[in-house]
């Protein structure tokens, strides 16, 4: 499998994902954006394409390479099991995503991590761009953790293909702010994590930012205790990111890249100020 043909595959995965959801967007809307589009926008993409750039000089295909490597000498916890391809694959794809579930949490529990986990909750507005907002460094760490998942669980490498496209999907649809029938919402979120469901996650009062963590599957949510099914206001009306972060200057791109070393870094961790 050729790195080149895995890359033309997320990028095409992303790209129609993407397009489809912002249709989406501008035909059925959930609320009113309040701020400005293009700068949004612009910074969101921006952060996203410097973390890949930064990921790819550092690390390359490394996430890939691993599950390869993993699989070509029999290392790790899937490897030394005999399971069939299917259960095997399913049994990795589960294991994936609660570990990127307890990740996220800990993104939120740990301050030196929320630093820099705080540029995706800055944002104003909720849509589909919300889903590419995470600070570069963010992206790296993420990197790092996945590939030592990866080499420790024994992923195959076809099994973290299909859950990176799962996820590239996911996380574009559970940010998009697209309206769904409450019915439909109600049936989805048994399943997959709806935007409604996400949207919680967004809110700016802190209990409601500490739940609802998942990104593919919401059954670690409701198994673990930190699922909260609606927020205390209205979707269309709750405010959205944080209290400390709502200047311009601050929301900027230059803003959003320099606001982890700032020492006057506020934000809180499960709802507590950093000391």
């Known amino acids: 499998m050729e790195h080149f043909n895995l890359d033309y595959l997320r990028l095409s995965i992303f790209l129609g994902a993407f397009g489809l959801l912002a249709i989406a967007?501008?035909?059925?809307?959930?609320?009113?954006?309040?701020?400005?589009?293009?700068?949004?926008?612009?910074?969101?993409?921006?952060?996203?394409?410097?973390g890949v750039v930064l990921v790819r000089l550092v690390l390359g295909t490394a996430a890939f390479g691993a599950a390869q490597f993993a699989a070509d000498r029999g290392w790790g916890f899937l490897n030394d099991v005999n399971l069939s391809w299917p259960v095997e694959s399913a049994i990795g794809f589960l294991l994936l995503d609660l570990m990127i579930y307890l990740e996220h949490v800990l993104s939120h529990a740990l301050p030196f991590l929320w630093r820099f986990h705080l540029v995706h909750h800055s944002d104003l507005e909720f849509d589909v761009t919300t889903a590419l907002r995470f600070h570069p460094i963010e992206t790296l760490i993420l990197m790092f953790y996945k590939i030592g998942l990866v080499a420790a669980l024994g992923i195959d490498p076809w099994t973290l293909v299909i859950y990176e496209g799962a996820y590239i999907v996911s996380t574009q649809?559970?940010?998009?702010?697209?309206?769904?029938?409450?019915?439909?919402?109600?049936?989805?979120r048994r399943f997959i994590i709806t935007p409604d469901f996400h949207r919680v996650h967004h809110s700016m009062e802190a209990e409601e930012t500490n739940s609802n963590f998942g990104f593919c599957l919401p059954w670690w949510d409701m198994l673990l205790g930190t699922y909260r099914a609606q927020p205390a206001m209205p979707h269309n009306v709750m405010q959205i990111g944080l209290a400390e972060y709502r200047e311009p200057e601050e929301l900027s791109l230059p803003g959003l890249l320099l606001v982890p070393f700032n020492p006057r870094m506020g934000g809180y961790s499960f709802g507590k100020s950093e000391e």
């Open 25 to 50: 967007e501008a035909l059925r809307p959930r609320r009113k954006m309040e701020s400005g589009r293009i700068g949004r926008w612009f910074s969101n993409i921006s952060l996203t394409f410097i």
């Open 173 to 188: 649809f559970n940010h998009a702010n697209v309206k769904l029938a409450p019915s439909v919402d109600v049936k989805l």
